[in-house]
């Protein structure tokens, strides 16, 4: 039975990016009743809630803190273009902060697949396709 189309694709995109030291870790999925769910690893905070948080003590990001995002990001972005996938909805909530201090992103379900090749050796330019393919619908 086909996994539906955005968590299949979604997990497509985790398993080829989530090597990377500054994307998070990806886990697998599981369905539960109310549907299928993506387990990922866990973070500490977020950047809007961390942004927040800085708000409200009125002090604002160290200059290095904030080169460290910008960095860790930039990497990880760098990497997830060099496989071929494009991310296009990078918000602060998925910039995501470990306890050891590492920088990750995540969210990858507003992510374009460019080109690639799925377990089969076969090449598809369209994600709708390659997952109905690969599910074996089409």
Request: overall charge positive; charged content about 20%; proline content about 3%.
């Amino acid at each position: 039975n086909c996994l539906p189309l955005e968590i299949e694709t979604e997990s497509y995109i985790y398993r080829n990016l989530s090597s990377h030291p500054n994307i998070v870790e990806y886990y697998g999925y599981r369905k539960s009743i109310i549907g299928y769910h993506i387990v990922l690893e866990l973070h500490n905070i977020n950047l809007r809630v961390l942004g927040r948080i800085f708000n409200a003590w009125k002090i604002s990001f160290p200059e290095q803190f904030l080169m460290n995002i910008i960095v860790s990001v930039i990497k990880a972005l760098e990497y997830i273009h060099s496989k071929g996938f494009y991310k296009f909805k990078l918000k602060p909530t998925h910039i995501l902060f470990l306890r050891n201090g590492v920088i990750k992103i995540s969210n990858f379900e507003k992510c374009s697949l460019k080109s690639f090749q799925i377990e089969h050796g076969q090449q598809y330019h369209n994600d709708r396709k390659m997952i109905s393919k690969y599910c074996g619908t089409s």
